[in-house]
């Protein structure tokens, strides 16, 4: 249970990038992340099935947060090579070139992980930013109401993909309900500018 915490805490926090400390603050308290230790804990999953896309991805998130960026995206890049159909380590390298500003490869991987499962509504949001931020305000907009209404359907706080991976949506409807009054805004002023 506790690898799965772990890593269901540092994609909870991949929209703030509180993954950029030693510590990850979960909806209701703190949780203090020894990442030398989960480094140590992957690798030697690692050493006994070289073929886990768990272990390499978690060995990809420990990387990330010790500030190792060429291998922590080495080893999520062959976590999703070695589990192409799993969502969540496209999310784990979205995380990564969200607090880089790496725009074309979030865009890339958003689009990937919404080809897998398209109803994940933390995913659809995190399209519609990077949409907002490249400027494409109607395709923004589109987005982030596709997102809010996935976030409807959405029974308690978490939304739960078909693989069985867990995403917060608790306290997410403010945030889309921001971010669709922002980008119609500019959508609007954009308009009237033609």
């Not at 272990?55 to 922590?72: I, P, S, T």
Request: glycine residues 6%; positive net charge.
């Amino acid at each position: 249970m506790k690898r799965f915490r772990i890593a269901l805490l540092t994609f909870a926090c991949f929209l703030s990038g509180a993954a950029d400390s030693p510590f990850l603050m979960a909806q209701h308290g703190s949780v203090i992340v020894d990442w030398k230790a989960e480094l140590a804990k992957a690798k030697a999953g690692i050493a006994k099935d070289p073929k886990s896309a768990y272990w390499h991805n978690q060995a990809g998130e420990a990387y990330d947060a010790l500030g190792d960026f060429q291998n922590a995206l080495r080893e999520i890049k062959l976590a999703s090579t070695l589990d192409p159909s799993n969502p969540f380590h496209d999310y784990a390298l979205y995380a990564i070139y969200k607090r880089k500003a790496m725009l074309p490869e979030q865009r890339e991987v958003l689009l990937d992980a919404l080809e897998k499962d398209p109803n994940n509504p933390v995913g659809q949001f995190g399209f519609a930013l990077v949409l907002e931020k490249e400027k494409h305000w109607a395709d923004s907009l589109r987005e982030y109401q596709k997102a809010k209404l996935l976030a409807a359907k959405v029974k308690g706080p978490v939304y739960t993909d078909p693989r069985g991976n867990a995403y917060f949506v608790e306290g997410f409807m403010d945030e889309v309900d921001k971010a669709i009054e922002r980008v119609a805004k500019l959508n609007e002023s954009a308009q009237r500018q033609k």
